[in-house]
């Protein structure tokens, strides 16, 4: 539930609906996440987070205050046609050779 509401509050941040003082709330949900987590990827996952406030939050504050948040890039994956109409995902392709 954190970490949605960290997104959540990021992208409102970057689409500049929120005050610069938000900055301040996702840092303590982050820390808030982090410390009371009990599995470790709830642990784990607003380390990222947490290191860009302390070494970047200048410039995350900048690029957020003059809407220039750099495109994002991404990589879609997909397996072969075979592999997804497989009912069991069996490596078709790897099986044959």
């Not at 982050?30 to 380390?47: D, H, K, N, W």
């Not at 939050?57 to 220039?68: H, I, P, S, V």
Request: with cysteine; net charge negative.
């Amino acid at each position: 539930m954190g970490t949605r509401l960290v997104l959540n509050a990021l992208d409102q941040l970057r689409q500049g609906k929120k005050p610069p003082g938000s900055w301040n709330e996702i840092r303590m949900l982050a820390e808030q996440i982090r410390s009371t987590s009990l599995c470790g990827l709830g642990q784990t996952c607003a380390v990222a987070l947490l290191d860009a406030f302390d070494h970047f939050r200048g410039k995350l504050e900048e690029d957020a205050a003059t809407n220039q948040t750099p495109q994002q890039y991404g990589m879609a994956y997909m397996t072969s046609p075979c592999i997804e109409a497989c009912p069991s995902k069996v490596d078709v392709p790897s099986y044959i050779s």
